[in-house]
């Protein structure tokens, strides 16, 4: 599976965002999907999960209650609605996928990867 991540851009403080990957090339709904972010000097870390059907989420503790995962899988889309952005948010945001059972938080665990999309939030 191919993925394709967008949405991201340059927003103040207390802004929001709403991240899409797109995927193509297999049935979507196969996958559990993940979204990672990197920020400049820092290591890749995980910031939530959902399940193929939609149904279940995990997420980081640093974007509980501020971020929101969903997915649309008539559209083989995931998306990640970012409100109450912070500067600490600022990274470039990777969605990911993988076909085993249950939520995955480490990277090593997901087999395919997109390009990534750039969030920058300003003070």
């Known amino acids: 599976v191919q993925l394709q991540a967008s949405g991201g851009g340059l927003v103040q403080a207390g802004g929001s965002l709403r991240l899409s990957c797109v995927a193509s090339?297999?049935?979507?709904?196969?996958?559990?999907v993940g979204w990672f972010r990197q920020a400049p000097g820092r290591e890749r870390e995980f910031v939530s999960a959902?399940?193929?059907?939609?149904?279940?989420?995990q997420y980081a503790d640093s974007v509980k209650g501020r971020f929101t995962m969903s997915r649309d899988n008539a559209k083989n889309t995931v998306y990640l609605q970012m409100n109450s952005l912070e500067p600490e948010d600022t990274a470039i945001y990777y969605c990911?996928?993988?076909?085993?059972?249950?939520?995955?938080?480490?990277?090593?665990?997901?087999?395919?990867w997109g390009q990534g999309t750039l969030v920058t939030v300003s003070s």
């Open positions: 990911a996928a993988h076909t085993g059972l249950g939520h995955r938080d480490r990277s090593f665990e997901y087999d395919y």
């Open positions: 090339g297999r049935t979507f709904s196969f996958y559990a």
């Open positions: 959902i399940n193929w059907g939609g149904s279940s989420t």
